[in-house]
């Protein structure tokens, strides 16, 4: 039987403010146990919430991003559940009237393009955390991420592999760290999947039984949870079993996924609007201001990258997954002496240039060094300066790694480590003769089964002229004139 396999991911993204939804207590991540919690957050006898409207105002930036309609009136309710984490018993959340409905979001996976609809947004509190490692018998429990704002995004289930998954996560960890709603540090929990997932026979409408992989903080792990669930679930079926709707978790040491427990639906949890908080009204001259200061998005920048400097729709996507991407590729054009769309020396226009370059030596280097962008031990205008020198003929792209490569560990401009390493490419047709006689002379083998029709004879002989040029030849006149030389 074929199966398919059906997801839909609720991501919990941490917002950007400078404190709590309800309070006015710190969310710097790091502090103490326990340090970090206030009154309000642990909910002592008397307090009152109060709403952060950073908080709101990071939802409504979401909510224009993705084009979703924004609730006018939007309710907190309680979400009513017993854990040791959770001081209320309650978790203020949002329900029947989220602030953010509908929308969507674009994905590239390989040469397929996919629109993932999100059903909402919604504002709510974080728990605190269960530590259990430094513990012997005992669970210790660590309030300062209690009252954390979060807005959870809840997809419709229209991802169909483990690979879309993971790249609508991407998608939606570029656009919130984007708009700056997020830092998207998932090593310190700031954004989270929940990752639900069920199989169902090729062909039938009706969903399969759902189980619910809770709290993923890497799109490896992500990948992983998903593949083994999958597998599981067919294995089950067909072996006779039925799925039971469960929440389990995802141990990265073994690969596997486990049951922590049945999983609740809406009714178990018993909400109710919270009578402590107003409905929240939005005003539309505040959500025209929020409009006016987001920044150009990822899939507009993406189609101006395609439409405006013909780069692919690979190129695009790649060079828009971090705005810090972005902005170091868009500073490297502007530096550059050459339109973006024009032709150098090297035959591509001056985007595709930058391009390949970032995408390729830079983002090794970076990623060797375990550097972000922003940290990049060659600046936009430098590299500009060394593609510069690509353009207009002083480099082969031989001799450009070798500059880049001294720029990278030892620093200075381009033009300068050229000038000091004599690594300025050969286009002098009186220097190159000399050296194409040699070989010439030297390999009358070559010679002969080129003129016999063997073009791989002449590779050979274009290899061994920019081995005696030290390899600073312009390998494009090397071409031209060996083949008048061979006739």
């Not at 642990?42 to 409504?60: D, Q, S, T, Y």
């Not at 760290?177 to 026979?201: H, K, L, Y």
């Not at 992983?224 to 709707?245: K, L, T």
């Not at 590729?329 to 370059?357: M, V």
Request: hydrophobic letters at 40%.
């Amino acid at each position: 039987m074929q199966w398919e396999t059906v997801i839909g991911l609720e991501v919990h993204t941490q917002l950007t403010t400078q404190s709590k939804i309800f309070s006015g207590a710190s969310i710097a991540f790091g502090a103490e146990p326990n340090t970090q919690a206030c009154q309000v957050d642990i909910a002592l006898p008397g307090v009152l919430p109060v709403l952060n409207k950073g908080a709101v105002e990071r939802a409504i930036r979401f909510g224009l991003a993705i084009g979703a309609k924004l609730n006018r009136t939007n309710v907190f309710a309680r979400k009513n559940y017993f854990y040791p984490d959770l001081p209320k018993g309650y978790q203020i959340s949002q329900y029947e009237l989220p602030i953010v409905e509908g929308g969507h979001l674009s994905i590239q996976v390989g040469d397929e393009e996919k629109t993932i609809r999100i059903t909402r947004a919604h504002l709510e509190e974080d728990a605190g955390k269960s530590l259990h490692e430094d513990f012997h018998g005992m669970t210790g429990i660590d309030l300062n991420r209690a009252g954390t704002p979060l807005l959870e995004i809840v997809s419709e289930p229209d991802m169909r592999s483990a690979k879309e998954a993971v790249a609508y996560a991407r998608a939606l960890h570029t656009l919130v760290t984007w708009i700056g709603i997020c830092d998207g540090n998932m090593q310190e929990g700031s954004f989270r999947v929940d990752a639900n997932v069920s199989v169902r026979p090729r062909g039938q409408a009706e969903f399969g039984t759902r189980r619910e992989i809770k709290n993923l903080n890497s799109f490896r792990f992500l990948e992983q949870a998903i593949d083994y669930e999958v597998r599981w679930q067919i294995e089950q079926i067909e072996d006779g079993h039925r799925i039971q709707q469960a929440t389990v978790l995802f141990n990265p040491d073994t690969g596997e996924t486990r049951a922590m427990r049945s999983k609740e639906d809406a009714h178990d949890y018993r909400y109710f609007p919270d009578p402590d908080l107003l409905p929240v009204r939005l005003d539309e001259d505040w959500i025209e201001v929020v409009k006016a200061g987001l920044p150009e998005l990822p899939e507009q920048k993406q189609a101006r990258y395609r439409e405006e400097l013909g780069l692919s729709a690979y190129d695009a996507g790649t060079l828009t997954a971090s705005r810090a991407m972005a902005e170091y590729f868009e500073a490297t054009l502007a530096s550059l002496p050459s339109p973006a769309s024009g032709r150098g020396a090297g035959g591509e226009g001056s985007a595709k240039l930058a391009a390949n370059w970032i995408m390729g030596d830079l983002s090794a280097a970076l990623n060797k060094a375990e550097l972000d962008i922003t940290a990049s031990r060659i600046s936009a205008r430098q590299l500009a300066g060394l593609l510069a020198r690509i353009q207009d003929g002083t480099l082969s792209g031989k001799l450009a790694k070798q500059v880049f490569e001294a720029m990278w560990n030892e620093g200075g401009e381009a033009d300068a480590i050229i000038e000091a390493k004599g690594l300025k490419q050969v286009s002098d047709a009186g220097a190159i003769e000399p050296l194409i006689d040699e070989v010439l002379a030297a390999n009358p083998k070559s010679v002969e089964e080129f003129r016999a029709g063997k073009e791989k004879a002449f590779n050979a002989l274009v290899g061994q002229v920019m081995k005696a040029s030290k390899g600073k030849a312009n390998p494009a006149q090397v071409n031209e004139l060996l083949r008048k030389k061979l006739g």
